[in-house]
Nanobody
Framework: QVQLVESGGGLVQAGGSLTLSCKSS????????VGWFRRPPGKERVIVAA????????YYTNSVNGRFTISRDDGKNMVYLQMNTLKPEDTAVYYC???????????????????WGQGTQVTVSS
């Protein structure tokens, strides 16, 4: 069973930055595609960013494109989400997810992923 642990969330003022981290405690996540999702208050969970297993192809939802960066450090078995110029509408619980089978692609739908972290809260004040 793959376990994922997110960290790095918190309270930040608008315009600030945070870096979220996701670490697999058992399996190496360097072999698999990874995504970051978020669930804003009272809304459904949606894709934020995704990266393929090789790290050479990424996806960003329009609202974060140019502000967020997804990256992976395979040597540390970590995936990151660097979030800059944060806005109040970025407030959400953020989740990392790992696809449990080999593929060269990234994925933007939550049903494509097999393993999920518990989430980390990001709150952006205006």
């Amino acid at each position: 069973q793959v376990q994922l642990v997110e960290s790095g969330g918190g309270l930040v003022q608008a315009g600030g930055s945070l870096t979220l981290s996701c670490k697999s405690s058992i399996h190496t996540i360097s072999t698999y595609a990874v995504g970051w999702f978020r669930r804003p208050p009272g809304k459904e969970r949606v894709i934020v960013a995704a990266i393929n297993r090789r790290g050479d192809s990424t996806y960003y939802t329009n609202s974060v494109n140019g502000r967020f960066t997804i990256s992976r450090d395979d040597g540390k078995n970590m995936v990151y989400l660097q979030m800059n110029t944060l806005k109040p509408e970025d407030t959400a619980v953020y989740y990392c997810a790992v696809k449990g089978s080999l593929s060269s692609d990234y994925y933007t739908t939550d049903y494509s992923y097999d393993y999920w972290g518990q989430g980390t809260q990001v709150t952006v004040s205006s």
